[in-house]
């Protein structure tokens, strides 16, 4: 792959997303330009409705811009695929499946059709049921796979979308606040752990959240959308901190601290207009 590809793994060029509403037109994205490299760790944050989740959907296929293109390694997104796997805010579990069968759903669906374009054969069950099982392991959900989603809390249905995610191994994982609904200790885990997996998979990564500590921990780059409507693209952030990151450590470290203060300073100094209008 050439550097140009590399560094413009994804493209976003001149995007607007504008929705026909009762009151008319209402443009939540305008003239929104990004570049993100093969396997790097992009978080997307802004205040709510600045259009962070609109434009996570773009880049999964699942709406096109009202002007604009998108590009993923230099092919126009048209639709969703399974080289982009999605971690929704709500846990989008099939009720009558178990927690096991969910994540195996997906797997079978990427692994076990083969891939007739590249000449890949289709997996074993066996090897597809050990995909399955790592997945659950990974989130600590083994005890839980015979579970269906109505037996299990919220924080655990957000766990296997999660694991479900992860299993597939994307080229781009788009996650949209996924551990928002856990509580501390487990989010501290999934997110070291996340950072694990993406180091194994050279995984390309957009993510959505609200939780700075959350950007600044997991991103090589952040960033910020202005308020809504008509958001944009108000500044972007590279991280430069060394990697693996160890989380109790950079809590130590004079430059994550700049880094924090950075993103608070854009948050709530150059756009607080949104805390007063709240």
Known sequence: MS??????YIEI??????FKTKNGPFCALQNVNLNVAKGEFVTLIGHSGCGKSTLLNLIAGLTTPTQGALLLNNREIAGPGPERAV????HSLLPWLTCYENIYLGVERVFGAGDKNAGAPSESKIKLKERTDAALA?????AAASKRPGEISGGMKQRVGIARALAMEPK???MDEPFGALDALT???LQDELLSIVALTHSTVVMVTHDVDEAVLLSDKIVML???????IGDIL???LPRPRDRIALAKNAQYANYRQAVIDFLYTRQKHVEKAA
């Open 13 to 18: 060029q001149g995007v607007e997303q504008t």
């Open 238 to 240: 590279t991280v430069d």
């Open 87 to 90: 971690v929704f805010q709500n």
């Open 3 to 8: 550097d140009n590809l590399t560094s413009k």
């Open 226 to 232: 202005t308020n809504g409507p008509a958001a944009t």
């Open 187 to 189: 989010r501290a885990k």
């Open 138 to 142: 990974l989130v600590g959900l083994s």
């Open 172 to 174: 781009v994982l788009l």
